[in-house]
């Protein structure tokens, strides 16, 4: 949704979060968010999804059933390989056969045991990432106007993707071996240290060596990875724009322009990357060393002691496996946490679009308005002016009059005079700064927003068209409709007939913002969307100016049908559409500086016949004249 063509940017809103709440940080923490904060508090952004974790309680039991199973089945294997070295070899064929039919079971558990905790943490990331994209697309569609004022939609759909791709992840895959990792590292340390706790000193003294490292280098591992997620979605946001606006970018010959743009913006989200991959591998590899060192040295204590009698050969063996294990289980998290930190950047921003509060709400104590809707609009001493406009003059300016029920009235005055404006304070997509406008008796702010924007029905200028069927367009808005209301919606917009001739019909699918329609076509099938709403209250909003004037002979008729028994207002540059009107507000600087009929105003020589004699000089005369 575009601002109004005379609206400047919108004011900022108020950040707070209405299902999960994000914790407070000062500006200052949010500048450089991983300085100075212990290794939870920079993975706190992942608990913000723990709501949508508890909601699988199911699958989350099921993860961590097979995740224990797995891990126990694993630390198992050691016990087994060093009673086969030290009794094996001397208990005969049979005694060997009974051991590695048990190690070959235990390798049929550890393997369905891998496959269910495979499946439920993965099925746990998927289900998660759909509710979340589902509650974000849903809290961005009731943000205000302002919001879209100030953001690039490609960023926004950005987050909603790659974000949560990243999330996804974090919780399914990631978090799974975050813990099987955890598990065996503690139960690997506790089973060196029942097996030898002398040699196991060693391989204990190395994991604050490795631990430091990867909670220092932790930080600017999130950091970069949240500067390469910020730099993808500006080269997302660049060719959401480009891919829409193709027809303009191939009619002036600037796809060298745009694609050297969009290749700087992703050269800039790669060499993001880049940094946050050296600092990933940097970390791996001083983790390895570290780990392969104990090894090794724990195989040079350990072979001593094997030939001097004080251990057996495999007890080293079944030490050396739990040594393996913790020190490639450390390693690994080490891996873990660097994926942790990158998701916990991404849930980060997701928070921050989360935290985007609607500027424009409901009120707390609603007045309701008339169950018998009459359309009634009054604007009394409206003001208006959009905040980032400093000290230039109000948008609009102690602004009153009154449209009575049924009545049709058009607000006519030059380009930035504030005609859409009243447009959208009436829809209360912002609120005005002084003066009050009622609808029906009933000051707007004090109403349920979804019942008034319920009384309204808006036909645009540029026609909005979605991917999707006939049926689809003109059935948005109006939940349920059947296909005999929506093609009776068509007929009185005399959209039917063209819609009849296409090969599906109504079924017809039209492309991505009804490329495949002519303006004229797009305009009766929002009109057909406004005759299904069956408001009360009809805005259109110069419904007619892109026309040829074949189709605006058409539209004309529809938009005359359409206006039968509802109260209208019409914005107009075209004069000789509006000829018809009860009334003419003309509006400039934010004032209402005439007011009359057509005849009424010409007579009178003002604004409005100056614009009329313009118009009308160079072959736009009205019909009725």
């Given at each position: 949704?575009?601002?109004?063509?005379?609206?400047?940017?919108?004011?900022?809103?108020?950040?707070?979060?209405?299902?999960?709440?994000?914790?407070?940080?000062?500006?200052?923490?949010?500048?450089?968010?991983?300085?100075?904060?212990?290794?939870?508090?920079?993975?706190?952004?992942?608990?913000?999804?723990?709501?949508?974790?508890?909601?699988?309680?199911?699958?989350?039991?099921?993860?961590?059933?097979?995740?224990?199973?797995?891990?126990?089945?694993?630390?198992?294997?050691?016990?087994?390989?060093?009673?086969?070295?030290?009794?094996?070899?001397?208990?005969?064929?049979?005694?060997?056969?009974?051991?590695?039919?048990?190690?070959?079971?235990?390798?049929?558990?550890?393997?369905?045991?891998?496959?269910?905790?495979?499946?439920?943490?993965?099925?746990?990331?998927?289900?998660?990432?759909?509710?979340?994209?589902?509650?974000?697309?849903?809290?961005?569609?009731?943000?205000?106007?302002?919001?879209?004022?100030?953001?690039?939609?490609?960023?926004?759909?950005?987050?909603?993707?790659?974000?949560?791709?990243?999330?996804?992840?974090?919780?399914?895959?990631?978090?799974?071996?975050?813990?099987?990792?955890?598990?065996?590292?503690?139960?690997?340390?506790?089973?060196?240290?029942?097996?030898?706790?002398?040699?196991?000193?060693?391989?204990?003294?190395?994991?604050?060596?490795?631990?430091?490292?990867?909670?220092?280098?932790?930080?600017?591992?999130?950091?970069?990875?949240?500067?390469?997620?910020?730099?993808?979605?500006?080269?997302?946001?660049?060719?959401?724009?480009?891919?829409?606006?193709?027809?303009?970018?191939?009619?002036?010959?600037?796809?060298?322009?745009?694609?050297?743009?969009?290749?700087?913006?992703?050269?800039?989200?790669?060499?993001?990357?880049?940094?946050?991959?050296?600092?990933?591998?940097?970390?791996?590899?001083?983790?390895?060393?570290?780990?392969?060192?104990?090894?090794?040295?724990?195989?040079?204590?350990?072979?001593?002691?094997?030939?001097?009698?004080?251990?057996?050969?495999?007890?080293?063996?079944?030490?050396?496996?739990?040594?393996?294990?913790?020190?490639?289980?450390?390693?690994?998290?080490?891996?873990?946490?660097?994926?942790?930190?990158?998701?916990?950047?991404?849930?980060?921003?997701?928070?921050?679009?989360?935290?985007?509060?609607?500027?424009?709400?409901?009120?707390?104590?609603?007045?309701?308005?008339?169950?018998?809707?009459?359309?009634?609009?009054?604007?009394?001493?409206?003001?208006?002016?959009?905040?980032?406009?400093?000290?230039?003059?109000?948008?609009?300016?102690?602004?009153?009059?009154?449209?009575?029920?049924?009545?049709?009235?058009?607000?006519?005055?030059?380009?930035?005079?504030?005609?859409?404006?009243?447009?959208?304070?009436?829809?209360?997509?912002?609120?005005?700064?002084?003066?009050?406008?009622?609808?029906?008796?009933?000051?707007?702010?004090?109403?349920?927003?979804?019942?008034?924007r319920r009384r309204m029905a808006l036909v645009p200028q540029e026609a909005v068209v979605f991917a999707g069927t006939v049926r689809d367009n003109i059935g948005f808005g109006v939940e349920g409709a059947s296909a005999a209301d929506v093609e009776r919606a068509a007929e009185t917009a005399h959209a039917a007939g063209f819609v009849?001739?296409?090969?599906?019909?109504?079924?017809?699918?039209?492309?991505?913002?009804?490329?495949?329609?002519?303006?004229?076509?797009?305009?009766?099938?929002?009109?057909?969307?406004?005759?299904?709403?069956?408001?009360?209250?009809?805005?259109?909003?110069?419904?007619?100016?892109?026309?040829?004037?074949?189709?605006?002979?058409?539209?004309?008729?529809?938009?005359?049908?359409?206006?039968?028994?509802?109260?209208?207002?019409?914005?107009?540059?075209?004069?000789?559409?509006?000829?018809?009107?009860?009334?003419?507000?003309?509006?400039?600087?934010?004032?209402?500086?005439?007011?009359?009929?057509?005849?009424?105003?010409?007579?009178?020589?003002?604004?409005?016949?100056?614009?009329?004699?313009?118009?009308?000089?160079?072959?736009?005369?009205?019909?009725?004249?």
């Amino acid at each position: 949704m575009r601002p109004p063509r005379e609206t400047r940017p919108a004011p900022a809103v108020t950040r707070s979060l209405p299902e999960i709440q994000p914790e407070a940080t000062p500006p200052e923490a949010s500048a450089e968010p991983a300085r100075g904060r212990s290794p939870m508090r920079r993975l706190s952004p992942l608990r913000r999804l723990w709501p949508y974790v508890l909601r699988q309680r199911k699958l989350v039991a099921g993860a961590l059933v097979f995740l224990l199973l797995a891990s126990l089945t694993t630390l198992s294997l050691p016990i087994a390989v060093r009673r086969v070295v030290d009794h094996g070899f001397s208990g005969g064929t049979t005694f060997i056969d009974t051991y590695f039919a048990m190690l070959a079971v235990l390798s049929a558990v550890l393997a369905v045991a891998s496959a269910g905790r495979y499946y439920f943490v993965i099925t746990i990331g998927e289900r998660v990432v759909a509710d979340l994209r589902r509650d974000v697309f849903a809290h961005v569609l009731k943000l205000s106007p302002g919001f879209y004022d100030r953001n690039l939609s490609g960023e926004i759909v950005s987050r909603l993707t790659a974000d949560t791709t990243q999330i996804k992840s974090a919780v399914g895959a990631t978090a799974s071996l975050a813990l099987r990792n955890a598990i065996l590292f503690v139960g690997a340390v506790a089973m060196m240290a029942w097996t030898s706790p002398g040699l196991s000193v060693i391989v204990i003294a190395a994991i604050p060596l490795i631990i430091g490292p990867l909670i220092a280098f932790g930080r600017s591992v999130r950091a970069r990875s949240r500067a390469a997620q910020d730099r993808l979605a500006d080269a997302s946001a660049y060719a959401g724009e480009a891919i829409a606006a193709s027809r303009i970018v191939q009619a002036f010959t600037a796809e060298p322009i745009a694609t050297a743009r969009f290749g700087q913006a992703a050269d800039e989200a790669f060499e993001a990357a880049r940094r946050s991959v050296v600092a990933r591998a940097f970390l791996t590899a001083f983790a390895i060393f570290l780990i392969t060192f104990s090894i090794v040295a724990v195989l040079w204590v350990g072979a001593g002691r094997v030939v001097a009698g004080t251990m057996t050969a495999g007890t080293l063996g079944q030490f050396l496996f739990y040594a393996v294990f913790a020190a490639s289980s450390l390693g690994q998290l080490s891996e873990v946490w660097n994926d942790l930190t990158a998701a916990a950047g991404a849930a980060d921003r997701l928070s921050e679009l989360l935290a985007e509060e609607p500027e424009i709400r409901s009120p707390a104590s609603r007045a309701p308005l008339p169950a018998r809707a009459l359309g009634s609009v009054r604007f009394e001493n409206v003001s208006f002016r959009y905040p980032t406009g400093g000290a230039s003059a109000p948008t609009l300016e102690a602004l009153s009059f009154e449209v009575r029920p049924g009545e049709t009235v058009a607000l006519v005055g030059p380009s930035g005079a504030g005609k859409s404006t009243v447009f959208a304070l009436l829809e209360r997509f912002y609120d005005p700064l002084g003066g009050r406008i009622l609808v029906d008796g009933v000051d707007i702010r004090q109403a349920d927003l979804h019942d008034l924007r319920r009384r309204m029905a808006l036909v645009p200028q540029e026609a909005v068209v979605f991917a999707g069927t006939v049926r689809d367009n003109i059935g948005f808005g109006v939940e349920g409709a059947s296909a005999a209301d929506v093609e009776r919606a068509a007929e009185t917009a005399h959209a039917a007939g063209f819609v009849r001739a296409m090969p599906q019909g109504f079924d017809t699918a039209i492309g991505e913002r009804g490329v495949t329609l002519s303006g004229g076509q797009r305009q009766r099938l929002a009109i057909a969307r406004a005759v299904l709403r069956d408001a009360p209250i009809l805005l259109l909003d110069e419904a007619t100016s892109a026309l040829d004037a074949e189709s605006e002979v058409l539209v004309q008729r529809a938009l005359e049908r359409l206006m039968e028994g509802r109260t209208t207002l019409v914005i107009a540059h075209r004069l000789a559409t509006i000829l018809k009107a009860d009334r003419i507000l003309v509006i400039d600087g934010g004032r209402i500086v005439e007011e009359g009929t057509h005849a009424a105003l010409v007579a009178r020589g003002g604004l409005y016949a100056r614009l009329a004699e313009l118009q009308f000089s160079q072959g736009m005369r009205p019909a009725a004249e």
